[in-house]
């Protein structure tokens, strides 16, 4: 009998098999990590001039258990609890500061994303890069600014990351954290952190760079664009699309009609994947892999998280669309009450004592940020010309190497970097 020849390795990274009764056939698996899989749908109902939406389906089931996770340490596990409080803490301080009027602009919240937005980006190394959305106000705390810093931003004060020039989340750091400021056409991070990605790869690195993309942002061509390019060049982009089930009002149901946004994966020839986003072990696990993948220069991953936006598109918004059903059954799925009650009551790495004392330290933490950036100054008008414009003060310096070819003489790349990038 003649052996069966080895299967040719696979072109793309996703998991294309031929079925073997079927040979017109081909199937593709997207792994699913969530312990449970709701099943619901929200119908828009017209009534006169007025639309409402109106939830099908069974949502009385219990939240299912936090999945181990097979990286974390426990140091690890309370840290990452630690950043999710903080998370959710400063953001209650800021709705508390908008509504004494003094925020400057709109405040956005992750309230239920908070698993997602801290777990995601605690898999990042120190040196490797995020872009962050509205709504990872957690991932940007985890890679290492403070809450002091995001509430002076929200107030436009003067010792604020922007120094009171924008008073919302756009925000970075190219220097120290390795932080894209965010930019608000949704989509647009997803090719700028490709490019991050690639300039590591000139400079001899294979990197992890992140970002996340909404369920309405995903369908943006942009999203396209960016994620094909990571794939083809097999750069190491980390893309989470946080599936909240909202798009402003729009609900996924009227945004998309495949079954699972990690489908669109196969299209790009990535892996995709699916876990629940309210669970912070199964997030950092996929973090983690993804990221792993990227530092050997397979290419990007797509991860969906799902979960819901508990609050309104931003502070504006009451949400008075969203069925009330959904906000009972999420607030049971509520990320860090499930987290807390695991290393409590599961694990039992936490006393309620140690826990206690956890929360009280994060509340004093938060109440010296707040208070400082409440009476820290406004920006001196005069300022106003300062690190507005860059007209070559800014230097750019080399992150990891010189960029250049593979058999390309260091000396002659670094001369012909200097000369591109205007260095004195
Ligand atoms: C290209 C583009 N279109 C529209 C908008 C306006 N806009 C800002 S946020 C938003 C909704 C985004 O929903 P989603 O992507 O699901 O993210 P979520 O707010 O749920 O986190 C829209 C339409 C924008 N910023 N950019
Ligand atoms: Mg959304």
Redesign the pocket.
């Known amino acids: 009998m003649s052996k069966k020849p080895a299967p040719k390795p696979s072109r793309s990274g996703a998991t294309g098999l031929q079925n073997p009764t079927n040979p017109q056939q081909r199937t593709y698996s997207i792994p699913d990590w969530r312990a449970e899989r709701p099943d619901f749908r929200i119908e828009q109902v017209r009534e006169g001039e007025q639309v409402r939406y109106v939830v099908h389906g069974d949502l009385s089931a219990p939240a299912p258990p936090v999945r181990e996770s097979k990286y974390l340490t426990r140091e690890q596990h309370i840290e990452l609890y630690r950043w999710m409080l903080l998370n959710r803490r400063m953001e209650t301080a800021l709705e508390n500061l908008y509504k004494q009027g003094k925020v400057v602009g709109g405040v956005y919240f992750g309230l239920g994303q908070e698993a997602c937005s801290c777990a995601s980006a605690m898999a990042l190394r120190k040196d490797e890069w995020l872009g962050p959305?509205?709504?990872n106000q957690g991932a940007m705390l985890v890679k290492g600014f403070s809450a002091r810093d995001i509430m002076m931003q929200y107030m436009a004060k003067a010792g604020s990351p922007t120094f009171g020039k924008d008073a919302s989340s756009h925000f970075g750091d190219i220097h120290e954290r390795h932080v894209v400021s965010p930019i608000?056409?949704?989509?647009d991070l997803i090719p700028v952190l490709t490019g991050v990605a690639l300039g590591a790869r000139l400079q001899g690195r294979n990197i992890a760079v992140m970002t996340w993309?909404?369920?309405?942002?995903?369908s943006?061509g942009v999203t396209y664009e960016g994620l094909n390019f990571a794939a083809v060049q097999k750069l190491g982009l980390v893309l989470f699309v946080?599936n909240?089930i909202?798009?402003?009002s729009t609900p996924t149901d009227q945004q998309f009609l495949c079954k699972d946004l990690a489908e669109r994966a196969i299209a790009y020839g990535i892996p995709g994947l699916i876990v629940d986003g309210t669970d912070a072990c199964q997030v950092f696990d996929a973090a983690h892999e993804a990221c792993e993948r990227a530092r050997r220069g397979e290419g990007p991953t797509l991860i969906e998280a799902k979960m819901m936006?508990m609050k309104g598109?931003a502070i504006h918004d009451a949400a008075q669309y969203v069925p009330r059903p959904l906000f009972d059954y999420w607030t049971r799925r509520d990320p860090i009450a499930r987290f807390e009650n695991y290393l409590v009551n599961v694990k039992k790495w936490l006393t309620a004592d140690d826990n206690a004392k956890l929360i009280a330290d994060v509340e004093r933490q938060l109440e010296e940020d707040r208070d400082f950036a409440v009476n820290s100054p406004m920006p001196d008008p005069a300022s106003t010309p300062l690190e507005t414009w860059c007209d070559g003060c800014h230097e750019i310096k080399l992150t990891y190497d010189v960029p250049r070819y593979p058999n390309e003489n260091k000396d002659a790349a670094l001369k012909k970097h200097e000369a591109a990038v205007h260095l004195k």
């Open positions: 959305m509205i709504r608000s056409t949704l989509g993309i909404g369920d309405g942002g995903q943006t946080e909240n909202w798009a402003y936006r598109h």
